[in-house]
C-alpha cells in the first residue's frame, strides 16, 4: 500500500489553527489533499491530527481520518518522523501495510501532483532513503551576515568576503513540502538529512515557509499570480 500522510496538529500559536485556515479560496490542508488526490500515487491519503475541526475539514477535503493522534505526539516540539511512524504504525495494527509512505505538508499548497509522482519515482532509482523537493538560496550563503544587538554586523566567513559570488558553491535548502520513503526507514530513528536523501529540484517561486502572518500574505500574493499568470 502507498500511503501519503497529512501530519496537521490542532495547536499553532504563530497564526490560530493554521492548518485549516482558508488560503486562496479554500482551507490550507485542501490544497495538500487535492495534490495527493490528483498525482494517483496513493491507495490511501490520510490526515494524522488531534483536532476534531481539523479532522472534518482534511475529510470534507477527500482525505481519511483513521485514528485520532495521541497527545504524546501533538505538541510544539514533536519532530516528524515520530508522528509518520506512528501512522505507519497505528495502520499496520488495523491490518494495512505501507510500503511507501510520503509525508506531506499540510500548509503546502504549491506542492503538485507532478512532483510527488517525480518524488516516487526517485525513491526508486538508486538508493535513495529519503526523497525531497529543494531549492536554490537565492543569495550565497557564505557571504551570510551576523548582525548584533546593537545594529553592527560581521560576516559568518569573512575568508570569502573577496570571492565572486559565482565562485561560491550554490547552496540549496529543503523546500519543505513532502518527504517520500520506504515505511521501513520511517520507523528507523535515522536523521532525514542523513546518507541517501536525494534533493528534487525546484524552482524558487514555488517554495514559500508559512510561519508568520507576513509569510502568510506573501504566499497567497505569490499564489495567485502563478495561478493567474499559469506560471510553472
Known sequence: MRLAVI???????????????????????????EAALESGCFDRVIVSTDSPEVADVAQASGAEIPFMRPSRFAHDTTATRPVIAHAVEALADKGAIATDVCCIY???????????????????QGNARYV????????????????????????????????????????????????????????????IYGDGA???????????????????????LLFELLENEHIS
Not at 492548518?19 to 490542508?29: D, E, L
Not at 503538485?112 to 526508486?124: E, F, Q
Not at 536554490?136 to 568576503?161: I, T
Open 7 to 33: 501530519p496537521a496538529r490542532g495547536g499553532s500559536k504563530r497564526i490560530p489553527m493554521k492548518n485549516i485556515r482558508v488560503f486562496c479560496g479554500k482551507p490550507i490542508i485542501a490544497w495538500s489533499i
Open 106 to 124: 499540510a500548509t503546502a499548497p504549491f506542492v503538485r501532483p507532478s512532483d510527488l509522482r517525480d518524488g516516487l519515482v526517485r525513491l526508486h
Open 198 to 220: 536525494v534533493g528534487l529540484e525546484l524552482p524558487r517561486h514555488r517554495v514559500q515557509d508559512i510561519d508568520t502572518e507576513e509569510d502568510w500574505n506573501y504566499a497567497q
Open 132 to 191: 525531497f523537493p529543494v531549492t536554490r538560496f537565492e543569495f550565497p550563503v557564505q557571504r551570510a551576515l551576523r548582525r548584533k544587538s546593537d545594529g553592527r554586523v560581521e560576516m559568518f566567513e569573512p575568508a570569502f568576503f573577496q570571492t565572486r559570488s559565482q565562485d561560491l558553491e550554490e547552496a540549496w535548502h529543503d523546500a519543505g513540502q513532502f518527504y517520500w520513503a520506504s515505511a521501513a526507514q520511517w520507523l528507523l530513528d535515522a536523521p
